[in-house]
Structure formats: structure tokens, C-alpha cells
Nanobody, 124 residues
Framework: QVQLVESGGGLVQAGGSLRLSCAASGRTFSSYAMGWFRQAPGKEREFVAA????????YYADSVKGRVTISRDNAKNTVYLQMNSLKTEDTAVYYC?????????????????WGQGTQVTVSS
């Protein structure tokens, strides 16, 4: 049973930083690509960042490029999302997801398992 548990969300002022974590269990973590997505109220889930199984390839949405860094620690079965210079439009529930295969993807439907999400609220 694959389980993904996000943590690190919270309330932060605009311009601040947060680091999200996603702890994985139930599959060989280092064999699978990971992604972060977010969903704001009334909006569809959107891609934020993805990382290949080795960590050597990373993709970012244009909306977060330069402000966000995805990384992974395969020894700890954890993927991270460091978010800096946060904006009010970054407010959303953030989800991590894992997909079969080692290459990263920005397509939500290509991911097999999802976490429950962690709320990020950025105040002005």
C-alpha cells in the first residue's frame, strides 16, 4: 500500500518561505518519479514541480520558476518543495504524487498515488 504524507504547510506572509515535505512508503521510493501539484478553491489541480527518480531532472511550472526548488532524499524516502518569495496567488492545497517509471511529468493523470495535501496560505 503506497502512502504519501505531506507536511510543512501553514500561514505565511507574502515574501516569506515554506518548505513542504512528502514522506513516502509502500514502494521503492528511488524507482519512481515524484511531483508536486496544487489546487486553489474553485480551480483545477495544477502542476507545480516534478523530479525524476534519480533527482537529475526537474521541471517547474512557469508560475513558480525561480521561486521554488524541488528535491528528494532517496535515503529518507522524502521529497521536498522549497518555496521562496511566496505570493498570495500561491495559496492552495499542495499535493505530492508518485508515478510509475523514473521520468518526471507535469500531467496529473500520469501519477498513480496522491497524498492528502497540505494547506499553504499566503497573506498580503
Amino acid at each position: 500500500q503506497v502512502q504519501l504524507v505531506e507536511s510543512g504547510g501553514g500561514l505565511v506572509q507574502a515574501g516569506g518561505s515554506l518548505r513542504l515535505s512528502c514522506a513516502a512508503s509502500g514502494r521503492t521510493f528511488s524507482s519512481y518519479a515524484m511531483g508536486w501539484f496544487r489546487q486553489a478553491p474553485g480551480k483545477e489541480r495544477e502542476f507545480v514541480a516534478a523530479i525524476s527518480r534519480s533527482g537529475g531532472t526537474k521541471y517547474y511550472a512557469d508560475s513558480v520558476k525561480g521561486r521554488v526548488t524541488i528535491s528528494r532524499d532517496n535515503a529518507k524516502n522524502t521529497v521536498y518543495l522549497q518555496m521562496n518569495s511566496l505570493k498570495t496567488e500561491d495559496t492552495a492545497v499542495y499535493y505530492c504524487a508518485t508515478r510509475s517509471g523514473g521520468s518526471s511529468s507535469s500531467v496529473p493523470s500520469s501519477y498513480d498515488y496522491w497524498g492528502q495535501g497540505t494547506q499553504v496560505t499566503v497573506s498580503s
